[in-house]
C-alpha cells in the first residue's frame, strides 16, 4: 500500500533505538526522509546508516531533551539540514524513580514529565506553524498502556497520563487544519538494548516465564516491526480521519476495554 507520504520529513526523538527506530525504519521505507536524535552518538551513526539504506536522507542530532533547553537547537537544526518538519513522533520516554507516591521526590516526579511530556509539548509547539501552513501535519506521541490504566510508578504512569491528554487537547485545536495528533499506547516490547531485555538477562527463566504466564496473553513480548508499521500508518494519508485517539499496541496486554 502506498502511504502516500513520500519525501515528508519526519523527526522522531530516540530514533536510534528500539521502538523509535521500528518508526524511522518503517517511514524511510515509504521514502520520508528522517531526523533522529539521542544521546548515543555510536548507536545514532548506526542507525543512520541502516536508514540511508533506503535512499532517504537522515540527520542525527545528539541530546538529551529532558533538557529542555535544548530542543529549540535540535528543532532549529533539523529544519535546517532538511526543511520543515511534517511528520513529529516524540517517543523519548522513561522514569527518573521506579517508585511509589512516599519514596519519590518531587524533583525525580518533575524531571520526568520533562522526559516523557514537556520534551514533546515543547516540539509539538515548534513543528505547529508550519504544518498549519501547509494545511497538512501528523503528530504521533509515544505513551504507553500505563498512561491508561494502573501500572508502573507512579511519576512514569502521571506523565504518561498527561501526554495522552495533551494529545487529546492538541488533536481537537489542530483538526480543521488538517493536522492530526495522535499518541500510541505500547504493551511490553522487547527490542535489543532496552528495558524488557534486560528485565530478561536479569531475572531467572521462571521469573520471566511466570511474568509472561500472567501478563501477556500471546505468550511472549511484543516486536518493534508492528510498531513501526503503525506509526508509519497514522503518518500516513489514509489516516486523515484518525485524530485524538490513542491507540493500543499491546497484544491484548492491558486490561481496560476503552
Ligand atoms: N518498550 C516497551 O515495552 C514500551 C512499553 C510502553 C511504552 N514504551 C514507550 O515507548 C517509547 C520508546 O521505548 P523504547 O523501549 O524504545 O525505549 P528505549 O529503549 O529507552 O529507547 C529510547 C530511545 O530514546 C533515546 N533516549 C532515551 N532517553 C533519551 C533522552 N533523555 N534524550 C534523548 N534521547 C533519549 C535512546 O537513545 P540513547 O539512550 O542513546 O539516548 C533510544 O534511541 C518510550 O516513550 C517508552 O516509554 C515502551
Redesign the pocket.
Known amino acids: 500500500m502506498d502511504l502516500k507520504i513520500q519525501n515528508k520529513n519526519a523527526l522522531i ?9 521500528a518508526a524511522a525504519i518503517h517511514l524511510a521505507n515509504e521514502g520520508v526522509n528522517i531526523g ?5 552518538e555510536e ?2 551513526n548506526l ?1 543512520i546508516n541502516e536508514l540511508e539504506n533506503y535512499g532517504v536522507k537522515a540527520f542525527k542530532f545528539i ?4 533538557e529542555l533547553e535544548t530542543i529549540n537547537s535540535m528543532y532549529q537544526y533539523f529544519v535546517a539540514e532538511m526543511g520543515e518538519i511534517d511528520i513529529l513522533v516524540n ?4 522514569t527518573r524513580s521506579r517508585e511509589n507516591l512516599e519514596k519519590t521526590s518531587t524533583q525525580d516526579f518533575k524531571s520526568t514529565f520533562d ?2 511530556l514537556f ?1 514533546g509539548f515543547e516540539l509539538m509547539k515548534m513543528v505547529t506553524p508550519n504544518m498549519k501552513k501547509n494545511q497538512w501535519g501528523r503528530i504521533i506521541n ?5 498512561g491508561r490504566e494502573y501500572g508502573g510508578n507512579i511519576s ?1 504512569m502521571s506523565s ?1 497520563a498527561a501526554l495522552i491528554a495533551a494529545t487529546k487537547h492538541a488533536a481537537v485545536s489542530l483538526a480543521s487544519q488538517g493536522i492530526t495528533v495522535n499518541s500510541i ?7 535489543p ?4 531485555e534486560r528485565f530478561k538477562n536479569q531475572n531467572s527463566e521462571e521469573v520471566v516465564s511466570d511474568f509472561i504466564a500472567n501478563n501477556l496473553p500471546m505468550g511472549k ?2 516486536w ?1 516491526e508492528s510498531f513501526g508499521t503503525l506509526v508509519a500508518y497514522l503518518s500516513s494519508e489514509g489516516a486523515g480521519l484518525i485524530t485524538g485517539s490513542c491507540v493500543v499496541i499491546d497484544g491484548g496486554q492491558s486490561i481496560s476495554m476503552i
Not at 541530546?63 to 529532558?66: A, F, H, L
Not at 517517543?91 to 522513561?94: F, T
Open positions: 526523538t530516540g530514533g536510534s533505538r528500539g521502538l523509535g527506530k533522529v536524535c539521542g544521546r548515543s548507536d545514532l542507525t541530546c538529551d531533551v529532558s517517543n523519548v520516554g522513561g522526559l516523557n520534551s509515544i505513551a504507553s498502556i500505563w512514569y504518561k499506547a505500547p504493551g511490553s516490547i522487547e527490542h538494548g532496552g528495558s524488557w513480548f511484543g518493534p
